[in-house]
């Protein structure tokens, strides 16, 4: 199983929610008292999507119109961007319009655009259509769903549909044949759970080192429990 | 897929070693840790009782017995703990502190309730003298059973004491006290690390982790009281017997050479078979009662740390039972070199950043003479000591490899005689005697640089050279080479060159105006209130920015870009904590409220010398690491001082935003277009501009690219407009030569690898004008340069076809 890395880009005006999806993406999947990222700013999550690990590094952006000149530092190089609107908000929606075309402009070539309606649980209120929304996004072929980083709705699917989305790297298989994926494994003493804490992509024949390079590192760091575990690949020789 | 378990009770068949039933298997159901504590709560925290009487009911407990209750009526809850040590101070007090978490005053562990505080002190002691422990009634299996005790409250810590429950541990103390060699020889518990293997998947057990619980076993509670307790005899009694006579130190050394076999070769052990199990007798075993190898190392621990954070601290080396000092030094010439090497510095610390900060040249060992009075709790400290020396001795031969290796490449770099060393000799001097200025912008001063760092470390890391650094521990892919290389090209390049650098960037700076514009909006924007900025948050207070202020002078002074970036990601979390402090907004703070904290926060410094650091760290940083975090804050920061430079008022920012994105994504893909060198590096050729080595520019030049095509390249890089009265030279030690139109640069370089060996240079410059004499100082190193030059040339094609 490969391991990805991919650079995910958070546009969208201030207040609609965009750290807010990020972190219900990301916080179900590790305690955070062992979160290795230092803010919510910069977050990451690895997921799996058919046989390839996909590692999210989420870049959250300042939506702020006085920010806007720093945007392209923060999307160059994104495989995907997430422009996020607030649904009971119609300016939300046409910043993100601009934000579209500005990515036409100015983006990666292939970058996989995202078009998030935050704030779906707030119906009543509501300013922006969902059908005129879907029809947009088809219209530039991009992803949409409605969220709602409260309820936890739809944002796992946001990101599963990304990974959808992204180009497959079969046309270009790694140099070398054999590798494996190293999973670092917490032992919650405490919940008494297993969590999954990282996965690492690496050849077969650099595990040895690189699981001791993890077992130094961890020693002194984690005092619980824990275990690096191989997956995935062929059998280690 | 995996599965560890902790099986004390299997026995390897080769061993001549007794084992003994130390561990119950699983057990069908059995309540956590926590739940336990929970429904114990009202027997161990007692708020209404005082102080005195507190101490008074712990008094007649074990030591690591322990409750929480009010100390006076300030309110704040205190952990009073039955203390190890002398009678005087029976119990010791611990100060809860509670805000959004808990932790003991002084700790750096917070927790999100009490209980996981709790819970937490039973694996680890972190600051508190002992491990707290569990009364055996909280073994009790059942659920109702637990809250029949918890409505005892107060009156469970009056009642009689149970005899094994106290009297287990007196055994225990008294026999590590006066040890027993028969019980040694009858009685020797060992734990079996069980590594499977099952769908081709492996693992590793933290050996704490094990023996902590094959031991203590709070895991496995639930089945007998008695059984549990007169095993937790059995265990520290044999504990207790740590003298030993020399042939078993002996043994002790086969079997740590054996664990590091599994921690070196997992692959192989769990491939042998599946399912296998490697019972052995680790080290770091509590029960286990062989010589500890690191008695003439331990000393200068305790002389270096005083009581801090868990596992070893604080521990006299005495507590020992009286170890002969000379006969550890004469066992000591038996181990291997590795395990002579004195224990990691680092080893113990909770900083994140303790492994990356590296510890270069650790302090001698020093043997103390010290005498203090044992300890009983030193039969917990003996198995933990235990433990740590051998996991020590295994990672100090791991981590020494890697000093080994950054060694290496020093010396490399010392020896004006070696390739590399005169390479590095010659580009630092080169750069000290002003070479930088002779670029038009700072990028590319600081680029050059980079591609001499990027060109060196893909040399070394595929040169012989440092292969036989390491060729003696037969692991060659056992370290992370790269990084290892460049922290140490970061020394020998970066460190002599930082204040030049930092000179002719502030040069650069000052010059272009950049400085200046910084100056002037910081003195505007530090006028404008926290809603002017856009702050929604909370601000640093004034003693958070003297702390920042701190670690920004720290980052100033660090060359390795490497170590600032450490420096850079620890004020954003200085940032974040900030932020939160007077907030109770569930979600964390993204980067709608963290950029504008993050331009207040800079508006309040030095910008001008962050502008530098920033640059320097954009520009030198180990590319590969830039999609990161600390990509992501380097972005941020660079991205707060771009809009400080070009702040400007409200009514001029919608029509500037076109242009300023554009010069944004321009500067944006400069900076970066460095990063995809390395792919392609057969294609590239070096090219100089007017002499050689001056300036010198990398181009991507495929075979087929002609010399007319090279030369249109070189005029857009150099920007020169009147192409046409420029061409491209090779010129070697005594030639030049122009090279014509429809000529290919790349076929005649490979040409030239054969036959010269390389010698030579392409450079590009005006048809008409000859190079600088020869004799000139500048063409003299050009001269050694391109000799020593050669193989990075050849590095290239070989990386390429490995690629």
């Known amino acids: 199983m490969a391991l990805r890395e991919l650079k995910v880009c958070l546009l969208g005006d201030t207040g609609v929610g965009k750290s807010s999806i990020v972190w219900r993406f990301v916080e179900d999947s590790f305690d955070p008292n062992i979160n290795p990222t230092i803010g919510a700013s910069f977050m990451t999550k690895t997921v799996q999507y058919q046989n390839e690990l996909h590692k999210f590094l989420i870049w959250d952006t300042a939506g702020q119109e006085r920010f806007r000149a720093l945007a392209p530092m923060y999307y160059r190089g994104s495989a995907a961007a997430i422009i996020v609107y607030d649904i009971t908000k119609e300016e939300t929606f046409s910043t993100l319009k601009n934000w579209v075309k500005e990515l036409r402009q100015h983006g990666p070539p292939n970058i996989v655009v995202a078009i998030a309606g935050n704030k779906c649980d707030l119906n009543d209120v509501r300013e922006v ?77 650099r595990a040895r ?29 | 897929m995996t599965e560890i378990m902790v099986d004390a009770s299997k ?48 008094s007649s407990h074990q030591p690591g017995s322990f409750i929480i209750a009010r100390n006076g009526n300030e309110g704040s809850r205190t952990l009073f703990l039955r203390n190890p040590g002398s009678e005087n101070e029976a119990v010791c007090l611990f100060p809860l502190e509670e805000s959004s978490a808990v932790h003991l005053k002084g700790s750096q562990l917070y927790f999100r309730n009490l209980l996981e505080l709790v819970g937490f002190h039973f694996v680890s002691r972190d600051i508190l003298p002992c491990l707290l422990r569990i009364p055996h009634i909280f073994q009790l299996p059942c659920r109702a059973d637990l809250d029949a ?30 040890p027993n060699g028969d019980l040694l020889k009858s009685r020797q518990p060992s734990c079996s690390i069980r590594v499977t293997s099952e769908n081709a998947a492996l693992c590793i057990v933290n050996p704490l982790f094990l023996s902590v619980h094959s031991d203590i076993e709070w895991l496995d509670l639930a089945p007998s009281l008695c059984r549990s307790s007169s095993k937790r005899g059995s265990l520290q009694l044999s504990n207790g017997l740590a003298k030993q006579e020399g042939p078993v130190s002996l043994k002790h050394l086969g079997s740590l050479e054996k664990e590091e076999e599994m921690v070196k070769d997992p692959l192989s052990c769990s491939a042998s078979a599946r399912r296998k199990f490697l019972s052995r007798r680790p080290s770091w075993n509590s029960s286990e009662t062989e010589e500890p190898p690191w008695s003439p190392i331990l000393p200068q621990k305790e002389i270096r740390s005083p009581h801090r954070v868990s596992w070893v601290e604080g521990i006299s080396a005495d507590a020992l039972p009286c170890w002969p000092l000379q006969k550890a030094h004469s066992e000591s010439l038996l181990l291997n070199d590795s395990m002579l090497l004195p224990l990691i510095p680092e080893l113990d610390s909770l900083s994140v950043s303790s492994v990356e900060d590296e510890g270069e040249g650790l302090p001698p060992a020093t043997p103390s003479s010290q005498k203090r009075p044992r300890s009983s709790s030193s039969t917990f400290t003996h198995k933990v000591l235990y433990r740590l020396s051998a996991m020590s001795n295994a990672l100090t031969g791991f981590l020494s490899l890697e000093r080994r290796v950054s060694k290496r490449v020093q010396e490399l770099a010392q020896e004006s005689t070696s390739v590399v060393g ?21 990028t590319e001063m600081l680029q050059e640089i980079r591609q001499m760092i990027s060109n060196l470390k893909g040399y070394l890391c595929e040169s012989s050279d440092l292969h036989t650094a390491y060729s003696e521990y037969g692991e060659a892919e056992e370290i992370d080479l790269g990084s290892v290389v460049e922290g140490a090209l970061y020394k020998c390049i970066l460190k002599p060159l930082r204040d030049s650098i930092y000179a002719q960037l502030l040069d650069f700076r000052t010059h272009d105006g950049t400085l200046n514009r910084l100056r002037e909006n910081q003195v505007t924007l530090s006028q404008q209130s926290l809603g002017e900025l856009g702050v929604a948050a909370s601000v640093p207070d004034g003693a958070c920015l003297e702390r920042i202020q701190t670690k920004l002078s720290l980052l100033h002074q660090a060359y390795s870009p490497k170590k600032k970036e450490t420096q850079m990601l620890k004020i954003c979390k200085m940032l974040y904590e900030a932020m939160n402090l007077s907030c109770d907004k569930a979600e964390p703070f993204g980067a709608d409220d963290f950029l504008p904290v993050l331009i207040y926060v ?44 070009n702040f400007q008022a409200a009514s001029t920012i919608t029509r500037q935003i076109s242009v300023e994105a554009k010069r944004s994504i321009h500067q944006w893909h400069r900076r970066r277009t460095i990063h995809h060198h390395r792919r392609n590096l057969q294609n590239i050729l070096y090219v100089s501009f007017h002499e050689p080595f001056n300036n010198q520019k990398t181009i991507s030049v495929p075979p087929n690219m002609t010399t007319a095509l090279v030369c249109a390249a070189c005029a ?32 005649i370089r490979a040409d030239l690898l054969q036959s010269q060996g390389g010698r030579g240079n392409f450079v590009y410059k005006p048809k008409d004008r000859p190079l600088p004499a020869f004799g000139s100082s500048l063409l003299q190193e050009a001269v050694s340069l391109t000799e020593s030059h050669k193989p990075l040339e050849s590095v290239g094609v070989e990386q390429s076809e490995v690629d």
């Open chain 2, 422 to 442: 005169g390479l590095v000799h010659n580009f630092v001097g080169h750069i000290l005697r002003g070479a930088g200025t002779r670029h038009p912008t700072s």
């Open chain 1, 129 to 205: 259509i969902e059908k005129d929304a879907k029809d947009y996004a088809d219209s530039i072929h991009a992803i949409f769903v409605e969220t709602s980083a409260k309820n936890a709705i739809n944002i796992n699917e946001l990101f599963i549909e990304i990974s959808r989305r992204i180009p497959s790297t079969d046309a270009n298989p790694p140099s070398s044949g054999r590798s494996l994926n190293l999973i670092l494994r917490i032992f919650d003493i405490l919940h008494e759970n297993h969590i999954v804490l990282s996965v690492w992509r690496t050849e077969a024949t």
């Open chain 2, 149 to 178: 005790v918890a409505t005892l409250g107060t009156t469970f810590w009056t009642m009689p004491l149970k005899p094994g429950d106290c009297l287990a541990s007196n055994e225990a103390e008294a026999s590590s006290a006066e």
């Open chain 2, 602 to 645: 800079l508006v309040h410094c030095d910008v001008v010398s962050v502008q530098l650091d920033v640059e320097y760290m954009m520009e030198l940083m180990d590319p590969s690491q830039l999609q990161g975090e600390g990509g992501y804050y380097l972005t941020t920061w660079f991205g707060a001082l771009y809009h400080i430079e």
């Open chain 2, 11 to 58: 026995e390897h068949a080769g061993t001549a070693s007794q084992s003994q039933h130390t561990a119950v298997g699983k057990h069908g159901s059995r309540l956590p840790l926590l739940d336990r504590l929970s429904a114990t709560r009202g027997v161990w925290e007692l708020l209404d009782v005082q102080p005195e009487q507190v101490k008074r009911l712990l």
């Open chain 2, 716 to 747: 857009e890089k150099y920007g020169i407009s009147d192409g046409a009265d420029y061409g491209l030279f090779l010129v070697s030690e005594s030639s030049s030569e122009l090279l014509t139109e429809d000529s290919y640069p790349q076929k």
């Open chain 1, 209 to 237: 080192g690189h699981i001791r390079k993890i077992y130094a590192f961890l020693y002194n760091r984690v005092r619980v429990g824990w275990y690096v575990s191989t997956k995935g690949g062929e059998s280690p020789k």
